[in-house]
Every structure is written in C-alpha cells, then in structure tokens.
C-alpha cells in the first residue's frame, strides 16, 4: 500500500494557501490585461483573486513586484523551458529550432500569458525598473536559445552563414505579433488572414526554415498539435467587453435605454 493512500489529504485551507500565489498573478494578469496596468489597483487584483489586500501584499509587497512575477511565471519560465529541450534534444537543428518555437508559441499563445506582450508593450516604458527585468529574463534570454540554434546549425553546415541576430528577430517577432493581435485588433475586429493562427505559424515555419537550410529541401514539415487544454481564464467582474470598441458601444447603449418605468416628458 502506497503512503499517499494510509496520509490523509491536506485539510482544504492549507491546499488554498499552497494555490494563493497562483491564483493571485492569474487574477493580476487578467485585470492588468483588461485594464492596463497603471490604471489597475491592488485591491482591485485581490477583489477579482477573492482575497483582501492584506493578503494580497503579504505574497507581493508591490504592484510592480506583482507584475515581475507575472512576467517570470508566464515568459521566463517559458524560455527556461524552451532550454531544457533544446539540451535534451538529439536531432536536426531546424528539427530543435522549429520544435523549440512550435512548443513556446503552443503553450504561451493558448493561454493568457500570451496577454503578457501587450501589457509590456504598451506599459513598460513608464515602469524602468520593469523594462530592465523583461529585457533581461524575456528578451535576452529568448534572443540567446534561439540564436545559439541557430549558430549551431551554422556550425554543422545545415544552415546558411546568415546574420544570426537579424534571423532571430525574423523568427521571433511573428509569433509576438500574433500574440499581441490577440490582444488588440483580434478582439475587436480580427484580420481574415489571421482568424486561423495555427496555419499562419504553419506557413511561417516553413518559410524560416527553407530560408535558413542550405538545402531548402531538405526543411522539415512541423505539424502543429491541437493545443493544449485552456486554463479557465480568471472572469471579469461585470460581463464588460474586453474589446474597447464594444466597451464604447455598450456603454452608449446604457445611456439610451430607458428604464419602463420612466416617463418621459412630452
């Protein structure tokens, strides 16, 4: 008999606890996503994660301190883990490069942390201290996996001697980019071309890599999975749109809809 059957469970409360500090950067996520992040308050974060803001500052003594771990759980880990298969990977380097990417992009696209970017994009240039920590753990990190494949695959001659950190923007930045549609005009009024991402990462990955191998060829076909099961995104308070645009049109529609019991003035 196994020991996890003779202990009994952990009472709920404690379970609760071990759960609180993720359930805080899902709730900080949201909201910062919806609203932006200066606009955002604390206890509004612990409102929507359903704890006080007591609670709240005894995990993340600031709210930039709360938008650093929201940045390290959902992009940094993400990196670290697009190293650790690139370590354990045995194959080809387009094999490594396109899987590695093909992955990253799954995971992160199909899951809030894809509402990271916009946030950065649109927030970081007021927050410095911010701005320095994404360049670091995001930014530098990510140019670095990337760019190492892609020198080794220089090295073993299955790649064209090309200019390592230009190919690494022209590899990355799409699948940023789609991201951030997510975000913008693709919760409003998305682009046809893009109403179907996974074909357009399809197109995108074969077109990178016949232009990196020497023998064009000779590039693998990466065939994207169905993505993974979606994490319940924590829910807004109200039913208001995410979409600016809509937030516009619904509130015009609150102010001409007339209560029946009004009466109006002839």
């Known amino acids: 008999m196994s020991v996890s059957a003779v202990l009994p469970a952990p009472p709920s409360h404690q379970r609760r ?36 803001k007591g609670t709240l500052y005894l995990y993340y003594p600031s709210k930039e301190d709360l938008l650093k771990a929201v940045i390290h759980a959902h992009l940094s880990s993400e990196i670290a883990a697009g190293a650790a298969e690139a370590a354990a990977h ?12 093909r992955n990253w992009w799954l995971r992160v696209y199909h899951s809030p942390a ?28 990510g140019q670095r996996l990337v760019g190492d494949i892609i020198r080794q695959g220089i090295e073993r001659g299955e790649f064209r001697p090309v200019p390592v950190e230009s190919a690494v923007h022209s590899v990355v930045l799409p699948l940023v980019m789609l991201c951030l549609h997510k975000h913008s005009l693709g919760a409003c009024s998305p682009v046809p071309s893009l109403t179907d991402p996974a074909d357009f990462v399809a197109d995108h990955f074969a077109l990178m890599l016949r232009g990196l191998m020497v023998d064009p060829a000779a590039a693998p076909t990466l065939k994207l999975p169905p993505p993974p099961p979606a994490r319940a995104a924590v829910p807004a308070a109200d039913d208001t749109p995410s979409c600016p645009l809509q937030r516009l049109g619904a509130a015009a529609r609150r102010l001409t809809t007339r209560s029946p019991n009004r009466k109006t003035t002839p």
């Open 17 to 52: 606890k071990a759960e609180r500090p993720q359930e805080l950067l899902d709730a900080a996520l949201s909201l910062f996503v919806e609203k932006g992040f200066a606009a955002s308050k604390a206890e509004e974060v612990a409102a929507r994660a359903g704890v006080s």
């Open 114 to 141: 894809s509402g990271v970017f916009k946030l950065v994009i649109t927030e970081v240039r007021n927050f410095p201290e911010i701005a320095e920590m994404y360049q670091r753990e995001v930014v530098e990190a």
């Open 90 to 101: 045995g194959g080809s380097s387009a094999e490594l490069l396109g899987e590695v990417l």
